[in-house]
Structures are given as structure tokens and as C-alpha cells.
């Protein structure tokens, strides 16, 4: 079993909701994170993306993309989202999926130094989320963009 496919499981158990939303970490290279799920156990009664689950999908690529890098840094921490904000440009008709990337490398090596030095720290990410066959590159526009600031609390 791969560390995605373990760190999948962990979410599964810990996260029921993305069980039920059948989500799935399908990439992460120390730097992004693309997460995608199915329409069909996320749709609204228009038989478009529910705005809860789309939401959902794109908290996931960031949550789990800090989750990710932190454990890669050597840090033990936990990762809650502080806020977070979405913008729906237009409607989900398909399955879907979510890329969220890290800062730029100084901005995340100065989070990682922060919460070295303070057992705490903030980073704010986005992530974007496409309808189609996943990719982390995609030449059709974003259907909708998160934006959510997350902290990160060393054990």
C-alpha cells in the first residue's frame, strides 16, 4: 500500500464524509495534491455539484496537501482551517476534481520556520475545482476556487 493510499484510509476513518462522498487522493509530490469524486453521491436536486460537497472536495485537497507537506518536513501537527471562502463560477455537470499547491517555496519555508520556532503558524492555500478527467494541469477554466487559511499546531 502506497502513503497516499494510507494516508486515504486515515481520512476515510477519520473523515466518514469523504467515504461517503466516495473522494479520492489520486496524486501528491510534495508540492500538490489532487483530490476527485464522483457527481452522482455529490449532487443537488438540479443534478449539478451540491455546493456542500464541492466545497467539501476543495477543503480536502487543502487540508490534506499541509497534512502532507508537514509530515514531510518532520513535524508532528495537527491542521484545522481557520476560514475559508467559495467562489462558484459555474456549475458542476460531472464528476470532479480539486488541485490545491503549496505556497511558493520561501512563503512555506518561512511557515515551516514559524511553526519550528512557535509550535504554531498559519498558511493560506487555494484550490481550484474542474469538472473532467483529472489533471494537475487543465486548460478548461475552474468551475469554482477556495480560498481557506489554515493553522497548524505542533504535538
Known sequence: MSRLDDFQQRIHDVIPLTHAMGAELLHYDG???LVRAPLQPNSNHQGTGFGGAIYSVA???AWGLIELAVEDAGVEGTVVIQSGSMDYGQPVDGDFF????LPEPEDWD???????RRGRARVAL???LYCGTPGLETEQPAAAF????FVVVSR
Open 31 to 33: 508540492r500538490q495534491l
Open 59 to 61: 477543503v480536502l485537497a
Open 98 to 101: 480539486a488541485v490545491c499547491r
Open 110 to 116: 518561512r511557515f515551516l520556520i514559524t511553526l519550528r
Open 126 to 128: 487555494k484550490s481550484g
Open 146 to 149: 477556495f480560498e481557506g487559511r
